[in-house]
């Protein structure tokens, strides 16, 4: 069976471009369509001289989504991916890569065994939840080092 809408999940980590080309080849076996996915990760920034944890600045965090938004716009031109396929989230990676990839009715998430938080537990925490309660088929692709 062919899948017919595959979402790229990219981190822009090192190895990305393994888990880029990989669906980029799948979505053009199988004809698919190719949405893809960067999450900005919220990270509420700590100072223990104002005790409990203070919210990142509004601004930086436009600039993030900005900057994500860029990058993203990057690696879509080259696959060919059209701009109302391409999503810039903030939040929990996997969280949202399972939410849009519900959302958007695809039928396959492509993603690295690992990324940004290291190997230390081999298959990744994002790609472990996401290959656990993602509803669609989940492509880990096996990245060293
Ligand atoms: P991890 O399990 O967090 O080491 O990452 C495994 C894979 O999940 C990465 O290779 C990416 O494909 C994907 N991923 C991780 N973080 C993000 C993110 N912030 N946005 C989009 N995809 C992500």
Same mark, same amino acid.
């Given at each position: 069976?062919?899948? %017919?809408? =595959? *979402?790229?999940?990219?981190?822009?980590?090192?190895?990305?471009? &393994?888990?880029?080309?990989?669906?980029?080849?799948?979505?053009? @076996?199988?004809? !698919?369509?190719?949405?893809?996915?960067? /999450?900005?990760?919220? *990270?509420?920034?700590?100072?223990?001289?104002?005790?409990?944890?203070?919210?990142?600045?509004?601004?930086?965090?436009? @600039?993030?989504?900005?900057? !994500?938004?860029?990058? *993203? #716009?990057?690696?879509?031109?080259?696959?060919? $991916?059209?701009?109302? %396929? &391409?999503?810039? @989230?903030?939040?929990?990676?996997?969280?949202?890569? $399972?939410? $849009?990839?519900?959302?958007?009715?695809? #039928?396959? =998430? /492509?993603?690295?065994? +690992?990324?940004?938080?290291?190997? !230390?537990?081999?298959?990744?925490?994002?790609?472990?939840?996401?290959? +656990? +309660?993602?509803?669609?088929?989940?492509?880990?692709? &096996?990245?060293?080092?």
């Amino acid at each position: 069976m062919a899948y %017919r809408h =595959i *979402l790229l999940a990219v981190d822009f980590s090192e190895h990305s471009e &393994r888990v880029i080309e990989r669906a980029k080849d799948l979505a053009q @076996q199988d004809r !698919a369509e190719l949405s893809v996915i960067h /999450v900005v990760e919220y *990270l509420p920034v700590v100072d223990s001289s104002f005790g409990p944890t203070v919210p990142l600045d509004v601004d930086l965090t436009e @600039q993030m989504i900005e900057a !994500a938004r860029q990058r *993203l #716009d990057g690696v879509a031109e080259r696959l060919a $991916i059209p701009k109302n %396929r &391409r999503w810039v @989230q903030v939040g929990s990676p996997k969280t949202e890569i $399972i939410r $849009i990839a519900k959302a958007q009715n695809a #039928d396959l =998430i /492509v993603l690295g065994s +690992h990324g940004r938080h290291g190997i !230390a537990l081999m298959l990744g925490s994002t790609a472990s939840s996401v290959i +656990h +309660h993602a509803e669609c088929d989940v492509l880990a692709v &096996r990245l060293k080092g």
